[in-house]
């Protein structure tokens, strides 16, 4: 039976003061704009690094951890489009479970994305290591210098101020950067394959194709920056309020750029599998160790012009992806504002540009904070991209509770859901999961920490009772403190109490229990504000 009180699109509006900045925003994205703001989100930093490090985690056979990583992004992605194709929004993924689960969900969200604004911070960083070749005095090995952080710093103003102007021209800006992006892994991997070193038994050498086991194709994901270098695919997501007709250009946007990163990856992978030089390989795969993987393997092949090619590159990729980062930062923290984890005036558009100038300013500031206390891309990456993992999750669930609360399937909607969300939802549990007790131990807690900052921000502004809100969202809590708890007993980085494969199949059981717990609750909260 649908739920009266919730129809698909109107709930994008909330209150007049959110409907009317909502209104503000230029919806001029189609098809192409919107597959190259994804494109570009993925194909950042992780191509000039992601290779090495998924290469040091699981040896050949991180070939299959990207495979995997594309089947099970596309599936969740399929699930978010749902959401983006039916309530188009401006930050649509912070604005989502707030609408399905209530305050507390919604705050601790909004937390976990306010913090994962140091993705950004993580491709400025990327550029940094590289242009160090070039200026040895920006970089030492781990951290940013001080004439490093000068230079982040100018670079993070600089594509703010490209943003200011409206999203047509981000998004020409946006096309002609993609075009270069795709050009350059297609050259890098013809001529590390042309350099014609080693044949495919490389694949099979230093200890098998899976030297450190098949487990370690799980790990790849994460420690590898397998799932960070994937993971952009939702940024068209956050620009549906801006897209001219969301219903039909959403899944094919948002898949495209999956498949042409995904491939793009695999390419990449496979030739830098092949082109190590054998010298480099006395201590395995887990030995092989470069600053600047791609560009440093050049100049050890002797292909110079590659070298050149990929160092110019270097900049043009991450700061592609900083780029849109820096766009989809603003409608996160527009959509802050209309959630009221931040000030209001920050969901303020400007009326001449369509553009959320003052949540652009604030990401600023926040990006900088960012670059502050971390290290190397790596280092960033790390606890970034749980933080971001947090979004897939919870977004699974708000569209099975649409689904569950409307009891219909309207145009746009992507066939399947019913089966597709909890499996989704498992997907985006094992992907925290596999990051590992070692980064997960910091990442969970502070997310947790969006639980206290919840009591704080309702004593102003409480719809409805205390217990109720808490009975809402309890389902986050309690599954992030399980993860926590997983994770410190199972094999990856854990104490090994729970050894693998059974702590994953532990944390898949755990993760349906909660889903249809999240579902339920959801639901009764919807049936309760649609009530009132």
């Not at 729970?498 to 755990?510: C, G, I, N, R, Y």
Request: net charge positive; glycine share 12%.
């Amino acid at each position: 039976m649908a739920l009266e009180g919730l129809p698909e699109d109107s709930m994008a509006g909330g209150t007049p003061a959110v409907a009317e900045q909502e209104r503000r925003l230029r919806r001029g994205l189609g098809y192409w704009g919107l597959t190259a703001i994804g494109f570009s989100n993925i194909l950042g930093s992780g191509w000039l690094f992601a290779a090495m490090y998924a290469a040091q985690t699981a040896g050949p056979a991180s070939l299959v951890s990207w495979v995997a990583a594309g089947l099970l992004s596309a599936l969740v992605a399929l699930v978010m489009v749902d959401l983006g194709a039916t309530r188009p929004e401006g930050g649509g993924t912070v604005r989502w479970p707030l609408y399905a689960s209530g305050r507390l969900v919604g705050t601790m969200v909004g937390w976990s994305v306010l913090l994962s604004v140091g993705g950004t911070a993580a491709e400025i960083t990327a550029i940094m290591q590289y242009a160090a070749h070039y200026l040895p005095g920006l970089y030492n090995g781990s951290t940013l210098t001080a004439a490093g952080l000068g230079l982040a710093l100018a670079l993070s103003t600089v594509l703010t101020a490209l943003n200011w102007f409206g999203v047509r021209l981000f998004a020409r800006l946006n096309n002609a950067v993609s075009v270069f992006k795709v050009i350059m892994p297609i050259v890098t991997v013809a001529a590390l394959l042309a350099s014609g070193l080693h044949g495919t038994g490389r694949l099979t050498d230093h200890g098998g194709f899976a030297p450190y086991g098949w487990s370690a194709c799980l790990s790849a994901l994460s420690a590898g920056g397998i799932v960070y270098s994937v993971n952009g695919f939702q940024a068209p997501l956050d620009f549906s309020g801006e897209a001219r007709d969301p219903r039909r250009t959403m899944a094919p946007s948002v898949l495209s750029g999956i498949a042409v990163s995904v491939l793009l990856y695999l390419g990449l992978q496979f030739a830098f599998l092949l082109a190590v030089p054998e010298s480099l390989l006395g201590h395995g795969w887990q030995g092989v160790d470069f600053d600047s993987p791609f560009g440093q393997l050049a100049l050890l092949l002797n292909l110079h012009w590659l070298a050149a090619l990929l160092y110019a590159d270097a900049v043009v990729s991450p700061g592609g992806s900083a780029y849109v980062g820096v766009a989809i930062d603003a409608r996160h923290t527009y959509a802050l504002g209309k959630n009221g984890l931040l000030p209001r005036w920050v969901m303020r558009v400007d009326t001449r540009f369509g553009i959320p100038h003052r949540a652009l300013a604030l990401n600023l500031a926040v990006i900088v904070v960012f670059l502050l206390p971390f290290g190397g891309w790596q280092n960033i990456v790390a606890v970034m991209g749980d933080m971001y993992l947090l979004i897939y999750a919870s977004s699974t669930v708000a569209a099975a509770v649409f689904r569950a609360a409307t009891g219909e399937r309207p145009a746009g909607r992507v066939p399947g859901l019913r089966w597709m969300a909890p499996v989704a939802f498992v997907v985006s549990g094992e992907f925290v999961y596999w990051s590992g007790w070692h980064d997960l131990r910091l990442a969970l807690p502070l997310v947790l920490a969006g639980l206290p900052l919840f009591l704080l921000l309702r004593r102003d502004s409480a719809t409805a009772p205390l217990p109720a809100e808490l009975r809402d969202g309890a389902w986050l809590v309690v599954y992030l403190a399980g993860l926590t708890l997983l994770s410190w007993l199972g094999g990856f980085k854990g104490s090994g109490r729970l050894p693998q494969p059974w702590d994953s199949a532990a944390v898949a059981v755990f993760s349906l229990a909660v889903f249809a717990w999240a579902v339920a609750s959801g639901v009764r909260q919807l049936h309760r504000t649609a009530t009132a």
